[in-house]
């Protein structure tokens, strides 16, 4: 069965900074890509940070310039630093993996609550 476990997050003030961790496990025969999103109550849940197989960054632009994805899918471990925290930024984090595996295994992280009070 595959697992993405994640770490990291909790609480913070608004200017702090948190950080956050996922690791996969599992019979993994490739993957493509790994990254974050986030969900809050009432919306989809929507991208934060992703990195590809070739290096390739994304970030949504409502976190681009604070937030910085680091990882390497063939290490199959990512994290993300967060600066400059903004209460709107409070969500589920949620770390997510795609490529192909064996057995079980959604891609998706249990998800991990940052929250962000003014």
């Known amino acids: 069965q595959v697992q993405l476990v994640e770490s990291g997050g909790g609480l913070a003030r608004a200017g702090e900074s948190l950080s956050l961790s996922c690791a996969a496990s599992?019979?993994?025969?490739?993957?493509?890509?790994m990254g974050w999103y986030r969900q809050t109550p009432g919306k989809e849940r929507e991208l934060v940070a992703r990195?590809?197989?070739?290096?390739?960054?994304d970030y949504a632009d409502s976190v681009k310039g604070r937030f910085t994805i680091y990882g390497d899918t063939t290490k199959r471990r990512i994290s993300l630093q967060m600066n400059d925290l903004k209460p709107e930024d409070t969500a589920v984090y949620y770390c997510?993996?795609?490529?192909?595996?064996?057995?079980?295994?959604?891609?998706w992280g249990q998800g991990t609550q940052v929250t962000v009070s003014s």
């Open positions: 997510r993996m795609d490529g192909s595996w064996r057995g079980d295994g959604s891609g």
């Open positions: 599992g019979t993994i025969i490739n993957i493509s890509g």
């Open positions: 990195i590809d197989d070739s290096g390739r960054i």
